[in-house]
């Protein structure tokens, strides 16, 4: 069993920051790509940032110059800093990662919990 944990969120002003943190927890073998999603009310879940274990990184046009997504492979935690923030950043922000599992070294994609981020004008 595997869980990823997100912490973070809140209210903040425009032009304020956050990081967000994703924190795996489990039987876990190894993790590959990571990723930051969002959910706005009524809206479809859309990738944020994504970062695989070789280093590469992809954001959304929206947030490019603005969030930066890093990972520390041995806390097996993945952050999201996001600078700039702007009120159409408001969202439900979820982790994502592709992880092997012990001990039959299943390969599955996790999500977290969500953490809600508001950004007021």
């Known amino acids: 069993q595997v869980q990823l944990v997100e912490s973070g969120g809140g209210l903040v002003q425009a032009g304020g920051s956050l990081r967000l943190s994703c924190v795996a927890f489990?039987?876990?073998?190894?993790?590959?790509?990571m990723g930051w999603y969002r959910q706005a009310p009524g809206k479809q879940r859309e990738l944020v940032a994504g970062?695989?274990?070789?280093?590469?990184?992809n954001y959304a046009d929206s947030v490019k110059g603005r969030f930066t997504i890093s990972r520390d492979n041995a806390k097996n935690t993945v952050y999201l800093q996001m600078s700039s923030l702007r009120p159409e950043d408001t969202a439900v922000y979820y982790c994502?990662?592709?992880?092997?599992?012990?001990?039959?070294?299943?390969?599955?994609?996790?999500w977290g919990q969500g953490t809600q981020v508001t950004v007021s004008s």
């Open positions: 994502n990662a592709e992880i092997v599992t012990r001990p039959f070294f299943r390969r599955q994609d996790y």
């Open positions: 489990g039987s876990i073998f190894s993790i590959n790509d």
């Open positions: 970062l695989s274990s070789g280093g590469s990184r």
